[in-house]
Nanobody, 121 residues
Framework: QAQLAESGGGLVQPGGSLRLSCAASGSIFGIYTMGWYRQAAGKQRDLVASISSGGSTNYADSVKGRFTISRDNAQNTVYLQMNSLKPEDTAVYYC???????????????WGQGTQVTVSS
């Protein structure tokens, strides 16, 4: 199996910063696109940012210029640096990874358990 473990959420004041981390572990052959989604209360889950295995990035318009996604391929870890946080960034943040497991030919999307980010004064 493969698992994703997130850390770094919490409560922050508007204008503040947080850094989320997500590490993949298990019987992994390869990790391809990794990303972060978020889901605010009563709303659908939306893509925040993604990064390919080669480092190409994609961001939601609402976070461009404020959030930065990066990855450490040696550590199977993806990060989300969030700056200039706004109350509307409040949500549960989920990391994802497209993983091919050892001995398996297919690539499947895995999800972390989610971490709460609350932006409030």
């Amino acid at each position: 199996q493969a698992q994703l473990a997130e850390s770094g959420g919490g409560l922050v004041q508007p204008g503040g910063s947080l850094r989320l981390s997500c590490a993949a572990s298990g019987s992994i052959f390869g990790i391809y696109t990794m990303g972060w989604y978020r889901q605010a209360a009563g709303k659908q889950r939306d893509l925040v940012a993604s990064i390919s295995s080669g480092g190409s990035t994609n961001y939601a318009d609402s976070v461009k210029g404020r959030f930065t996604i990066s990855r450490d391929n040696a550590q199977n870890t993806v990060y989300l640096q969030m700056n200039s946080l706004k109350p509307e960034d409040t949500a549960v943040y989920y990391c994802t990874a497209d993983i091919r497991r050892l001995g398996v030919q297919t690539v499947n999307k895995y999800w972390g358990q989610g971490t709460q980010v609350t932006v409030s004064s």
